[in-house]
RNA sequence: GCCACCUUAGCUCAGAUGGUAGAGCAAUUGAUUCGUAAUCAAUAGGUCGCCGGUUCGAUUCCGGCAGGUGGCUCCA
């Protein structure tokens, strides 16, 4: 018999005879390691435990354990679904089913709508299919084959997926009487699928294409034992509890009415009050950065929107209003009034660059379907500013909104995601522009030495762009920061300055958030901090507790000499027990709960309670405000 | 906009196979003056999202609309 020999992860060699797979090296090396395999990786590429191998490959055995185990299992137990759903409906037609960051999902045509017993039904039914441990096979068929084999089971989205395939051969893998189009790798039997739960059921259209068939899609989550799926379900609940709606209501901030209209924020005394610290200290950082505040119209005449451009791309989102028979259009975006002022005068290479802030609000009409509590509304206000600059002062501009856009978030204490977006097929402007520019933006992500993903031909038709993420509890992703460069606008409005020769020239425009919509980043914001707002942000930062009535003059004074010294607080005097008033704070998440009964009257002090149970000492109030300033300073 | 589901008191939720509804918390009033997550009692509170239809009768069944939830699509 001849010998092949394979290279191990830590470059150990390993002799196997011809023809071993890979969880015949799992055997040879040692008996728990072939138990807990689950696939290989084969010279960088994922295979299944009965794949054959080769002299000199280099291979490693993936197991439960490993990073990319989770993907594996997720796959193999979307597959497993899709077998439970055509033994239970046969009539329905299988499409794609792939892996998730959250779970999987598989999308299915069916003649009628899965309901959620259904979805009960069809976890039984996997349960059952995996604990009948049916061997997972992988068989590779010419494309003729492929074709063929699916019309005859009639799955005529497959027939059209493996029609578009730009290969000569595709696998199959089959469990039992169900076969399914796939690359792999799976698990190597349907009952190493132990943890998982089928989650929601929703609508999708076929290949993502709003004019194509609507299907079922059903999602579900996976893992490698109940323990680790058990968890997944907690950090969900957790989530619940975190949900911006929930609290936002709980802790009286703002709400919605469908009297208003949908997409409408109505924001109460304490959010209007987190909104207008979180303005308070844009304001002020935006000024040390060296912009200018501005400040446009809401309305603005619809020829004006027309000469950008919004009328004929974005009139389906915009709102207008008419009157004495002129029609005004109400802002979407900020960007024309900073234009106006720019225009406003001749302008001097060494004006710029020109930094315009404007904390702006707009209104979208955005679909009925997409609105979504604080993260998704009607009307919001951006914290806009418009850089007017010359091309070779791009780079510089970028990398300081890049650096603040890292100052701010890491105040905030986000963690973020960056993508730079690159031009699209549909697009205007020269190479030039868009070349120098997106070496801006690229040079800037590289600089600021943080990972980022480039999203080939996803910049909007202007320009490019670097977009920022933040995610909500749930994991979900919602765009904060943006940057975009901008050559349609300069040109339209014909905006020009003077070169040092004396030329006309054309400026560059980079339009730039950085929380991006106020609305939003708060929603971000109490699910980040679970409504536990620091102290800096605190709507109420601190809550006056009497004991009894008796303290009621004393504790009045120490209220008014905080409210005096600009702390932000509130009092609750009321004939309740001491108990009754700390847990009702404590709900409220007011940061400290400052209790006067006989003993402070008595020593003309004040003795705070953090919210998180701990007691400060008994102070005067000049020293619990001196507290207070530092603690707010330090962002904490 | 599309698919599915949901809408009952301020909030969280029960409920009747069609005969106009209940709990807890909150609110109000009274008693209690009690030092770190719920004092006790009483009272009040709802055209059962809105508009149509079927029916002797609709909160319940059907249709439309509005609002919401989870997705899809979109996101200049």
Redesign the pocket.
């Known amino acids: 018999m001849k010998e092949i020999a394979v290279t191990l992860p830590d470059n150990s060699r390993k002799s196997l005879e011809e023809g071993a797979t890979v969880l015949d090296l799992a055997r040879a090396i040692g008996a728990g390691l072939a138990r807990n395999a689950i696939a290989g990786t084969v010279n960088g590429e994922q295979v299944d435990l009965s794949a054959p191998l080769h002299d000199g490959d280099v291979v490693a055995i993936i197991t439960e354990k490993s990073p990319e185990s989770l993907e594996i299992i997720r796959h193999t137990t979307s597959h497993l679904m899709a077998q439970a759903v055509k033994s239970l409906f046969p009539d329905a037609k299988v499409t794609i089913g792939p892996a998730i960051e959250s779970g999987f999902y598989y999308d299915f045509d069916v003649e009628n709508?899965f309901?959620?017993d259904d979805l009960e039904k069809i976890e039984a039914k996997m349960r059952e299919l995996a604990k009948a441990a049916l061997p997972i096979t992988r068989e590779v068929l010419t494309k003729q084959e492929a074709i063929q084999l699916f019309k005859d089971m009639g799955e005529s989205y497959k027939v059209e997926l493996i029609e578009d395939l730009d290969a000569d051969t595709v696998s199959l893998y089959r469990q039992g009487d169900f076969a399914d189009l796939c690359r792999g790798p799976h698990l190597p039997a349907t009952s190493f699928c132990k943890a998982f739960k089928l989650t929601?059921?929703?609508?999708?259209?076929w290949r993502?294409?709003?004019k194509r068939k609507?299907l079922?899609?059903i999602?579900g989550t996976a893992f490698a034992d109940k323990k680790a799926l058990d968890e997944y379900i907690a950090r969900l609940e957790e989530a619940k509890r975190r949900?911006h709606?929930k609290i936002g209501?709980e802790l009286d901030l703002f709400s919605?009415s469908?009297e208003v209209?949908?997409?409408l924020v109505i924001w109460h005394p304490k959010g209007a009050m987190l909104r207008t610290i979180l303005e308070d200290f844009e304001r002020r950082e935006h000024l040390k950065r060296g912009y200018d505040i501005v400040l446009g119209p809401q309305i603005l005449k619809k020829e004006l929107w027309q000469r950008?451009?919004?009328y004929?791309?974005?009139r389906e989102?915009m709102y207008f209003t008419e009157v004495d028979e002129q029609s005004y259009g109400i802002k979407?975006?900020n960007c024309l009034s900073h234009m106006m002022i720019y225009k406003s005068q001749l302008r001097s290479y060494r004006d710029l660059p020109l930094r315009y802030f404007e904390l702006g609000t707009v209104h979208?009409h955005?679909?009925?379907?997409?609105?979504?509590?604080l993260l998704?509304v009607r009307g919001f206000t951006q914290d806009d500013a418009h850089i007017l600059c010359m091309p070779e002062q791009l780079d510089a501009e970028i990398k300081g909104v890049l650096s603040f856009v890292s100052d701010v978030m890491g105040i905030f204490g986000f963690d973020y995601e960056m993508e730079l977006s690159t031009r699209p097929e549909k697009s205007i402007g020269s190479d030039e522009d868009w070349e120098r520019a997106t070496k801006a933006l690229q040079a800037a992500l590289e600089d600021s030495g943080r990972p980022f993903e480039i999203n080939e031909g996803d910049g909007?038709?202007?320009g490019p762009k670097i977009d920022i993420k933040l995610r909500d509890a749930?994991d979900?992703k919602w765009?904060c920061a943006t940057i975009q460069c901008d050559f349609t606008l300069p040109e339209r409005f014909d905006l020009t300055y003077v070169a040092a020769d004396g030329e006309r020239k054309r400026p560059v425009m980079v339009h730039r958030v950085i929380l991006g919509a106020i609305e939003r980043f708060i929603g971000v914001l109490i699910e980040h901090f679970a409504g536990n707002f620091p102290l800096w942000l605190a709507p109420v930062q601190g809550l006056v507790l009497t004991?009894?009535?008796?303290q009621i003059p004393y504790a009045q004074k120490v209220f008014s000499e905080l409210r005096q010294a600009g702390i932000r607080v509130q009092h609750d005097f009321r004939?309740?027990?001491?108990?009754?008033k700390?847990?009702e704070a404590?709900?409220q998440k007011v940061p400290y709960?400052l209790?006067?009964?006989?003993?402070?009257v008595e020593t003309e002090t004040v003795?705070p309670?953090y919210?998180d149970?701990s007691?400060l000492p008994a102070m005067k109030v000049t020293e619990l405000v001196d507290f207070i300033e530092k603690e707010v300073k330090r962002f904490k």
Do not use: C, W
């Open positions: 709508p309901s959620p929601s059921i929703a609508g999708a259209y993502g294409d709003e609507m079922q899609r999602y949900d709606r209501r919605f469908d209209g949908a997409g950008s451009g919004h004929e791309n974005y989102n979407p975006m979208r955005e679909r009925a379907g997409v609105l979504h509590g998704r909007a038709f202007y749930l979900r765009q004991v009894t009535d008796n004939n309740e027990k001491l108990g009754f700390i847990r404590q709900l709960m209790v006067i009964g006989d003993k402070e003795t309670r919210r149970g007691n």
